[in-house]
């Protein structure tokens, strides 16, 4: 997604709330002007509002995970992510974690 601001941004910004990280990625700056009419009366100029526009994405994940690491070191990387719970249906997640137990039940078994 694509995202403007009137300032220029960091690459990754994290915020920590609570149990939880907020992490805002922007990446590949591109700069801009945009040309407005003016606003008051009687004035028959127009303004330029520069914009800085970025690849944009935001992640919201437990604040001890270790893949904070990761984007912070590679934002670019992590642009189009999305978290793999956003991705799964219900019926999915289940069959996962019933996979994810067998193994493990298998893993018990053979020691």
């Known amino acids: 997604m694509k995202a403007r601001f009137e300032q220029p941004q960091l690459p990754v910004k994290v915020v920590e ?3 939880k990280a ?3 990625i922007c990446v590949n700056e591109e700069i801009g ?3 407005y009419p003016e606003m ?8 330029l509002i520069s914009h800085y526009e970025y690849d944009y ?3 919201v994940m437990d604040k001890e995970d270790p893949e904070i690491e990761s984007i912070i070191a590679n934002p670019e990387q992590y642009v189009n992510y999305v978290p793999r719970d956003e991705t ?3 019926g999915e997640k289940a069959l996962r974690e019933v996979e994810e137990l067998r193994k ?3 893993r018990g078994l053979a020691i």
């Open 88 to 90: 799964e249906t219900p």
């Open 17 to 19: 709330h609570g149990e």
């Open 22 to 24: 907020y992490i805002f």
């Open 33 to 35: 002007v945009e040309s």
């Open 57 to 59: 994405n935001e992640i």
């Open 104 to 106: 493990a039940i298998e």
């Open 40 to 47: 008051e009366e009687g004035n028959p100029g127009r303004s």
